[in-house]
């Protein structure tokens, strides 16, 4: 007759080797989705059709490519229309859906986007920002 002490170190010696399975296949996973992200987002950074400060037509919409990250694409787009009528917004576009969306390069441009000051602004706060997160990380 067991006690219920030996009883439970039973499961546990039973049990144990599948939690740990478990723990692995769930980290592997979250490891292999990470792992993809940052691959697409390779990919598209190191394609040479694209670069940062390209002039772009994203979705229907006119747009420029301020920063292509690793998990990450900032786009730059003027609003028009509605309440947001001459707004200059970031798009962020996580790289893995990049390839979903219908994204085309201006070759001619007859009207600009936007102009070169606003490009130098886009530069300034993409320092800005790096910056504070470096200071964020430092703290930590």
Known sequence: ML?????ALQITEFLMPFI???V???IAMMIKDWAMKVAKGM?????KSFSEGDKVILDGERALIV???MTQ???GINKKGGEWDGDYVWRYVPNERIDTLKLEKVIFDRKPIINE???AKNRELIRKNMESIEEIKNVG
């Open 67 to 69: 920063k292509i990250g």
């Open 24 to 26: 692995m296949i769930i």
């Open 20 to 22: 740990g399975m478990l």
């Open 117 to 119: 000051s606003d490009i």
């Open 73 to 75: 694409t900032v786009f």
């Open 3 to 7: 006690t219920p002490d030996q009883a």
């Open 43 to 47: 990919a598209f950074a190191f394609n």
